[in-house]
């Protein structure tokens, strides 16, 4: 018997139930991976019992020699797994998380009441990058800053870089942010990069969903014209929970190609990062996050990885390509990441009974907003993404099989809503009785 199952067998149990969960299914989450045998060790390390705030070789508590070099290796893997020049950008590798990562990018580059402008949540962006509805102003980021997001074409859902270069001129943000939750398409940096210089304004990607494929140069570098770059590194980079913050150590180009504009205060982006994630937003670092990360940059940099993300790509086009020859609605059209969405709106589904229906079938994913939706809390459509199943091995016919699936959940969706009724709680409950042959049937194969 190991340690844990000796000691509290409840909650090995639980942890043994969640793994064969996480086997048995198809795990369709775009926000989410498979990290490796050699990450989740680093992760389980004594590296978990020490204290050492502060940075290598300045920390506020003894015995961290060890530590230090754990922590030099991670940020010199970070920079490298992006091709960074060290004497141009630098990295802080101790966020918990990918939100804490933002809130402390931006408490480094704004001052309280600051502007933002981001992707607006239900047109693809996360939370953080200044989420509020017309009622509430959801996330720390918009309590804190003055917020006013932007959102996509109606048309073509894609970003509307017009409007929002319209916005900012009334709005004169001090940041622009880009990146996003549910995003299929690459984001126009040189672009973004020339409305901010319009109003000396900094630009952040949180490229968390993107930078296992950023980092295999399967999506473009952001790097080039961003002043600072956040990423979470459980998504496609593999790596164990966790964020990380990269700044430039000078100012970037402009869009154009000339030099770096004046900026408006002193560009020093690492004194304010630094102090930004400790003490101003966390304490102690998570040693043994860090060292897991680590690893995980130490296969990033491999090229396997690379085949694995340019899998990843393909994986997620299949699956646009099956879904859409199955007859269905692909929000763009397609994707170029490894997300795909998909409004069920055309076929009177909504996003939730997919989700509930496929909880039942072992096939994991998400409800999602789609252009046009008029409820955050029923939305028309769901989130898939390739990252994990690719990490198991799943190539283009596998998605394929995925995306029959798929349309098999949807026929069988149609009919109990056709039985029940449209509200949610009685399509719960006909599933709650499990007694459907279909999905009996669907579950085995
Ligand atoms: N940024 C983006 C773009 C995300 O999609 C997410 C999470 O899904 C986060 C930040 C937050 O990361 P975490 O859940 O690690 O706080």
Same mark, same amino acid.
């Given at each position: &018997?190991?340690?844990?199952?000796?000691?509290?067998?409840?909650?090995?149990?639980?942890?043994?139930?969640?793994?064969?969960?996480?086997?048995?299914?198809? =795990?369709?989450?775009?926000?989410?991976?498979?990290?490796?045998? +050699?990450?989740?060790?680093?992760?389980?390390?004594?590296?978990?019992?020490?204290?050492?705030?502060?940075?290598?070789?300045?920390?506020?508590?003894?015995?961290?020699?060890?530590?230090?070099?754990?922590?030099?290796?991670?940020?010199?893997?970070?920079?490298?797994?992006?091709?960074?020049?060290?004497?141009?950008?630098?990295?802080?590798?101790?966020?918990?998380?990918?939100?804490?990562?933002?809130?402390?990018? &931006?408490?480094?580059?704004?001052?309280?009441?600051?502007? &933002?402008?981001?992707?607006?949540?239900?047109?693809?962006?996360?939370?953080?990058?200044?989420?509020?509805?017309?009622?509430?102003?959801?996330?720390?980021? +918009?309590?804190?800053?003055?917020?006013?997001?932007?959102?996509?074409?109606?048309?073509?859902? &894609?970003?509307?870089?017009?409007?929002?270069?319209?916005?900012?001129?009334?709005?004169?943000?001090?940041?622009?942010?880009?990146?996003?939750?549910?995003?299929?398409?690459?984001?126009?940096?040189?672009?973004?990069?020339?409305?901010?210089?319009?109003?000396?304004?900094?630009?952040?990607?949180?490229?968390?969903?993107?930078?296992?494929?950023?980092?295999?140069?399967?999506?473009?570098?952001?790097? =080039?014209?961003?002043?600072?770059?956040?990423?979470?590194?459980?998504?496609?980079?593999?790596?164990?929970? +966790?964020?990380?913050?990269?700044?430039?150590?000078?100012?970037?180009?402009?869009?154009?190609?000339?030099?770096?504009?004046?900026?408006?205060?002193?560009?020093?982006?690492?004194?304010?990062?630094? +102090?930004?994630?400790?003490?101003?937003?966390?304490?102690?670092?998570?040693?043994?996050?860090?060292?897991?990360?680590?690893?995980?940059?130490?296969?990033?940099?491999?090229? =396997?990885?690379?085949?694995?993300?340019?899998?990843? @790509?393909?994986?997620?086009?299949?699956?646009?390509?099956?879904?859409?020859?199955?007859?269905?609605?692909?929000?763009?059209?397609?994707?170029?990441?490894?997300?795909?969405?998909?409004?069920?709106?055309?076929?009177?589904?909504?996003?939730?009974?997919?989700?509930?229906?496929?909880?039942?079938?072992?096939?994991?994913?998400?409800?999602?907003?789609?252009?046009?939706?008029?409820?955050?809390?029923?939305?028309?459509?769901? @989130?898939?993404?390739?990252?994990?199943?690719?990490?198991?091995?799943?190539?283009?016919?596998?998605?394929?099989?995925?995306?029959?699936?798929?349309?098999?959940?949807?026929?069988?969706?149609?009919?109990?809503?056709?039985?029940?009724?449209?509200?949610?709680?009685?399509?719960?409950?006909?599933?709650?009785?499990?007694?459907?042959?279909?999905?009996?049937?669907?579950?085995? =194969?």
């Amino acid at each position: &018997l190991t340690p844990l199952q000796q000691y509290d067998p409840e909650i090995f149990d639980l942890i043994e139930k969640e793994k064969h969960r996480q086997w048995r299914g198809l =795990e369709l989450i775009a926000s989410e991976n498979f990290t490796s045998q +050699a990450v989740m060790e680093a992760n389980a390390s004594c590296l978990t019992n020490k204290y050492s705030e502060g940075l290598p070789h300045h920390r506020y508590y003894g015995g961290n020699d060890v530590v230090d070099q754990v922590e030099e290796i991670c940020q010199k893997r970070a920079l490298a797994a992006f091709r960074l020049d060290p004497a141009v950008w630098g990295v802080n590798v101790q966020p918990y998380s990918g939100s804490t990562a933002n809130f402390a990018a &931006l408490t480094a580059l704004l001052k309280p009441h600051d502007r &933002l402008m981001g992707l607006d949540l239900p047109s693809g962006g996360h939370l953080t990058h200044g989420y509020q509805t017309a009622k509430k102003k959801v996330s720390a980021s +918009a309590i804190y800053f003055e917020s006013m997001p932007y959102q996509l074409d109606p048309a073509t859902s &894609l970003i509307d870089y017009n409007r929002l270069e319209d916005h900012a001129k009334l709005f004169r943000p001090n940041l622009l942010i880009c990146g996003g939750s549910a995003y299929p398409r690459d984001w126009e940096y040189a672009r973004l990069r020339s409305i901010a210089d319009q109003h000396g304004a900094y630009v952040m990607c949180d490229m968390a969903h993107i930078s296992g494929l950023v980092a295999a140069q399967e999506m473009k570098d952001p790097f =080039e014209f961003c002043d600072v770059v956040t990423t979470t590194t459980h998504k496609t980079l593999r790596g164990p929970r +966790a964020g990380l913050i990269f700044f430039r150590k000078s100012p970037p180009p402009q869009a154009n190609g000339s030099p770096a504009a004046t900026p408006a205060q002193p560009y020093d982006l690492e004194a304010r990062v630094n +102090a930004a994630v400790f003490p101003a937003c966390q304490g102690g670092p998570h040693n043994n996050t860090i060292a897991a990360i680590a690893v995980a940059l130490k296969q990033a940099a491999t090229p =396997e990885f690379r085949t694995y993300a340019v899998n990843v @790509r393909k994986n997620a086009a299949k699956l646009a390509d099956t879904l859409k020859e199955l007859g269905y609605k692909i929000v763009t059209d397609g994707t170029c990441n490894h997300t795909v969405l998909w409004d069920l709106r055309p076929n009177g589904l909504t996003g939730s009974k997919i989700e509930k229906l496929c909880d039942y079938l072992d096939i994991t994913l998400n409800k999602n907003s789609v252009q046009g939706d008029t409820s955050a809390l029923s939305p028309g459509g769901v @989130r898939l993404g390739s990252s994990a199943l690719t990490s198991r091995g799943f190539l283009e016919a596998d998605f394929v099989k995925v995306g029959h699936f798929l349309d098999r959940a949807v026929k069988i969706a149609l009919k109990l809503q056709d039985k029940v009724g449209k509200k949610l709680v009685d399509f719960e409950a006909e599933l709650a009785k499990k007694d459907n042959a279909e999905i009996t049937q669907l579950r085995h =194969e």
